[in-house]
């Protein structure tokens, strides 16, 4: 049996990738503070006791909080709303590997659902590489591994499993930050009444992140978002591939 960790070590790759994205900013921060270090003892020391060494201060002092001023926000908001929409992207690329894997390693371990498959001819314009990548094109027309719910529909039908380790306000915030990839890449972060109606379907959401929400507004994305999306994607995928591995044994 091959060990799906080359999948898993991939995803955390990508993500290794976004966090760059994601801390861009801070990382920006740190550095103009290195540099504001080395010269600081020696501007504090020309300054002291001059009408400016308050002012010096006060800028000084903003530069270190750099990456929270409120100047900057809008912009932190957009990197890790992008952010945030790249981890979804992310996590569907790696179901798009696993699913090819499995058809060109271990295709027993689909459950087809339909006794027959139908092909459309245009197809055949395409270049693929294996039956997985094939196969592959052809599911995507039904299941959409941006959507929560094809997922888990995907991994029933076809595999026969459920991740039950997932509790309801993990499985509602992947909802929720898919659901907002959506609005980040096809209405340019705003809260739309789409969102609005699928956001009460949610029950078990953090209270935080629907106080965030409001219809006609850009979302606010902050570190936290980021930080829970790649929390719970990465659990989510991992969860995935450990049902898959159960089934290889």
Request: include cysteine; charged fraction near 30%; proline fraction near 2%.
């Amino acid at each position: 049996m091959q060990d799906l960790s080359f999948l898993k070590q991939k995803f955390d790759d990508s993500i290794s990738d976004i966090d760059k994205v994601a801390s861009f900013g801070s990382e920006h921060s740190r550095v103009l503070n290195d540099l504001i270090g080395v010269i600081s003892v020696d501007l504090n020391r020309a300054v002291k006791g001059t009408n400016s060494e308050q002012k010096v201060n006060n800028v000084l002092d903003q530069i270190k909080k750099l990456d929270e001023h409120p100047e900057l926000k809008p912009l932190s908001s957009t990197v890790y709303g992008q952010s945030v929409a790249l981890i979804v992207s992310a996590f569907e690329s790696s179901m798009n590997d696993l699913f090819i894997f499995v058809i060109d390693k271990h295709p027993s371990l689909i459950k087809w659902p339909e006794k027959e498959i139908k092909i459309s001819t245009d197809l055949i314009q395409f270049g693929f590489d294996s039956l997985g990548e094939f196969l592959l094109k052809n599911i995507k027309e039904k299941i959409n591994f941006q959507n929560i719910e094809d997922v888990k529909r995907f991994l029933s039908e076809y595999f026969k499993i459920s991740i039950s380790s997932l509790n309801q306000e993990e499985t509602d915030s992947l909802i929720f930050y898919s659901q907002l990839r959506h609005l980040v890449v096809h209405n340019a972060s705003v809260v739309d009444k789409r969102f609005s109606i699928k956001l009460e379907e949610l029950k078990h959401i953090n209270t935080v992140l629907i106080g965030k929400t409001v219809c006609d507004t850009k979302y606010p994305f902050d570190l936290e978002d980021y930080k829970k999306a790649k929390e719970v994607f990465s659990k989510f995928f991992q969860e995935i591939l450990s049902e898959i591995e159960n089934k290889l044994k």
